[in-house]
């Protein structure tokens, strides 16, 4: 998971949108509970590891919604530019 985490920022960072749907659509939290349940050996630290890293992905999840918003939007206006020349040109 904390690799996932760090492609998932770097991601980010680089705003590179397809590898973040790429990372989501590998993203298994089911999978990633169970291993670190296997791993921690007190109850207590589990929850915080859980926690820590939730509020990471919160956070990182909100940021890709944003960036991929943004995307979409830039892509929209250079469709509507690209389609007002093409129809000034056949004028």
Known sequence: MKQWLNNFKLALIQEDVDKLEILLDEL?????????VKSQP??????????????????LLQEAIVL????????????????????????
Not at 28 to 36: H, Q, S, T
Not at 42 to 59: G, H, R, T
């Open 28 to 36: 298994d939290v089911k999978n990633f509970v169970k291993n670190l």
């Open 42 to 59: 007190s109850e207590e630290m589990l929850k915080e590891n859980v926690k820590d890293i939730f509020y990471q992905l919160q956070a």
């Open 68 to 91: 991929i918003d943004q995307k979409k939007k830039t892509k929209a206006f250079e469709i509507q530019k690209f389609q007002k020349a093409l129809t000034y040109v056949r004028s």
